[in-house]
């Protein structure tokens, strides 16, 4: 069994910061990847960043030089600073790992997801 639990959402006013984390637990060989993807009223489910354990970054293009994606290994959490927060950013965040529980056992998992919104 493996848990996502995300923590940090909520209300910000537009040009404001939030802070989104994400420990995994359970039964845990490896993570090979830990990311963030976020799906808006009415839109698909879509990547925002995710961080490989290469320490390889992605970026949506719309949130590049505003949100920084961080990663614990030691602690199997993924971390999210938004910075400059827009309208445009609002949604429920997901956190996502793709893990690995045994040799023969390597699966995505996801988060319950963290309400994002951004309004004055």
């Known amino acids: 069994q493996v848990q996502l639990v995300e923590s940090g959402g909520g209300l910000v006013q537009p040009g404001g910061s939030l802070r989104l984390s994400c420990v995994a637990s359970g039964s845990i060989v490896s993570i090979n990847a830990m990311g963030w993807y976020r799906q808006a009223p009415g839109k698909e489910r879509e990547l925002v960043a995710t961080i490989a354990s290469g320490s390889t970054l992605d970026y949506a293009d719309s949130v590049k030089g505003r949100f920084t994606i961080s990663r614990s290994i030691a602690k199997d959490m993924v971390s999210l600073q938004m910075n400059s927060l827009k309208p445009d950013d609002t949604g429920v965040y997901y956190c996502?790992?793709?893990?690995?529980?045994?040799?023969?056992?390597?699966?995505?998992?996801w988060g319950q997801g963290t309400q994002v919104t951004v309004s004055s």
């Open positions: 996502y790992a793709d893990i690995r529980r045994s040799v023969s056992h390597r699966n995505a998992y």
